[in-house]
């Protein structure tokens, strides 16, 4: 301390709060490159990849590690912490704690990871482990529930887990990704592939031609929300450029992995129509946002496009991959464009829509990864040939992810609008061993609960809205005389609690709130309901708004069975 001369008061020699390490800072810049010499290292828009690169070296970020991050981005070090501990995947070390251990171990308890014994796993895992040495932790869907139960190793992910294959792959320090066989390049051109993308680009195919075949192929936005794919494209060709083009590869939906299917054998393919998307609405750069649980993935995308730079079919730098950090709130398309600017990933207000305000405030087109995986696969074998592929009355070829008590879980490619009975007999061969349908859930965990006297339904957008439900991704996750609803509810309830990002009220509270009622002896149905008519009609995005519908669905199909077990009173 030193003294005003003036007043006599006391004057601080230094700033507040802990200082920067100047060691720290050199060891960062070794890691991530110097920002005195590449001054676009700097850029908040980098500062998500930044602490990817920390967290991957370091295996956790100490706030001397935060604070170096932020003097080196010149930004605040609320801004930087602020995002460090909004995602999951990042394990934020203040000064006083200690660091985790070599190895965290990630037990998916996902409602179709609970169907298979998750909890169970969890608390055997748990005992056996050396705390000092493994640390065991809960986690939301990995996207893998078809060899549910499922568990990471650090980046490893072992299927249909055991104490014993799991402590297996702990013991051998078994914690990368496995690898994974995917088609190259030189196979997919061979079979026509990059074509079309060739074609648009010399002007053989025009945009007003693709976007007739689209429109009579019917092809709507296979992420969830089903929006007609030409609208969408024609709403962002519509605004003043520049403009971007986004590919949302963060499915966290319980129940769904119908994109990791198509990435992890075809990225070719889905690489191809993305970039035919970007061509359409001339957009400046294709940014893929892929999601921190599919790490194998990461390298297989990273090796594609230096396939296509090396052969000079796409500008190197062209295409962004950028990973996600553990936010199921990312898959809504606004999120998802706060977190690729480095911030966390909480929903705009709309308007402005993507399509008018979007990445850096840009017209930006944000498409799903299946619904660009179709564009050349229509162009090649005509439109009529995917509308023809419908059901009942419906358009096109639908991927389901199927999970839960059937014998033959897996991504099923069906006609949209089969029901139920259809695709379990048919696709995924019948039910489990011992398993009565009982209910199903027809779009993950927010889409609602159906009973079994409810499986002829067809499946596909616009006809599940008059039974309170939704087909969104199309994950079907299939319950049993075996299970318990309420449970399962819980299970949901507990998910939306804990992905909620906390910026409006009606989710934030209300989410945990309805999980407390739902865990009382007796549920209060008035309450429930007039707390799930607030959460829709004031939440901001989709997770408070259909957070409460698998409760819905409970009180509206299922009052026999609640009441079976005393939690609303009969009749």
């Not at 604070?67 to 605040?76: D, G, H, I, K, V």
Request: aromatic content about 6%.
């Amino acid at each position: 301390m030193t003294t005003n001369a003036k007043t006599g008061n006391a004057r601080r020699g230094s700033p507040r709060g802990r200082q920067l390490e100047p060691a720290i800072l050199s060891e960062l810049r070794d890691l991530i490159g110097d920002e005195r010499l590449d001054a676009s290292l700097r850029r908040r828009d980098l500062l998500i990849e930044h602490l990817h690169q920390l967290q991957d070296a370091k295996g956790h970020l100490s706030m001397a590690w935060l604070r170096a991050l932020a003097a080196y981005m010149n930004l605040p070090m609320a801004a930087i912490y602020e995002t460090a501990t909004f995602y999951a995947h990042f394990d934020v070390v203040h000064d006083e704690q200690t660091p985790p251990p070599e190895i965290t171990v990630r037990v998916c308890d996902s409602l179709s990871c609970q169907l298979a014994g998750a909890e169970a796993l969890h608390q055997a895992l748990s005992q056996g482990a050396n705390p000092a040495q493994v640390r065991v932790v809960s986690a939301p869907c990995m996207g893998r529930c078809d060899t549910a139960p499922v568990v990471a190793v650090g980046h490893h992910h072992v299927g249909n887990a055991t104490p014993e294959n799991v402590n297996e792959a702990i013991h051998q320090g078994n914690t990368r990704p496995a690898p994974i066989q995917w088609q190259r390049l030189a196979d997919y051109q061979a079979c026509g592939g990059y074509q079309l993308l060739t074609d648009c680009r010399e002007g053989r195919v025009s945009v007003e031609q693709l976007l007739e075949e689209l429109e009579h192929s019917g092809l709507r936005g296979l992420g969830g929300a089903g929006f007609p794919t030409f609208r969408k494209w024609q709403a962002v060709r519509a605004e003043p450029g520049p403009r971007y083009a986004v590919i949302n590869a963060d499915e966290g939906e319980p129940g769904t992995f119908k994109d990791r299917y198509y990435l992890e054998r075809e990225p070719h393919g889905f690489l191809e129509g993305a970039l035919v998307s970007a061509w359409a609405v001339e957009a400046d750069a294709l940014y893929i946002y892929l999601r921190d649980e599919y790490p194998g993935l990461l390298t297989v995308l990273r090796e594609a496009i230096g396939e296509l730079e090396a052969v000079g079919l796409v500008a190197p730098g062209y295409v962004v991959l950028r990973r996600g950090a553990g936010a199921y709130i990312c898959g809504e398309e606004s999120a998802l464009i706060e977190s690729l600017e480095g911030k966390p990933g909480k929903p705009r207000h709309r308007p402005p829509f993507v399509a008018q305000k979007g990445l850096f405030d840009r017209p930006t087109l944000v498409n799903n990864v299946e619904t660009v995986y179709w564009i050349p696969r229509i162009h090649t074998e005509g439109a009529d040939w995917f509308a023809g592929q419908g059901r009942h009355g419906r358009k096109g070829l639908r991927s389901f992810s199927v999970s839960g008590r059937v014998a033959k879980p897996g991504v099923h490619v069906a006609p949209a609008g089969i029901t139920l009975s259809e695709l379990v007999e048919e696709y995924c061969g019948g039910m489990a061993q011992g398993h009565r349908l009982l209910a199903y859930l027809p779009g993950g965990a927010s889409g609602g609960i159906l009973p079994a006297s409810k499986a002829d339904i067809p499946l596909d957008f616009d006809t599940l809205q008059e039974h309170g439900c939704f087909i969104g991704s199309a994950a079907i996750i299939v319950l049993s005389d075996q299970d318990n609803l309420a449970a399962a509810a819980s299970n949901l309830l507990a998910f939306f609690a804990d992905e909620s990002c906390g910026q409006c009220t009606p989710c934030r509270v209300g989410t945990e709130k309805m999980l407390t009622l739902l865990e009382r002896d007796t549920w209060d149905e008035a309450t429930l309901r007039q707390l799930a008519g607030v959460m829709a009609d004031a939440s901001i995005c989709g997770l408070g708004q259909a957070a409460p519908n698998p409760v819905l669905s409970l009180l509206r199909d299922f009052r026999g069975e609640l009441a079976g077990h005393n939690l609303i009173a009969k009749g």
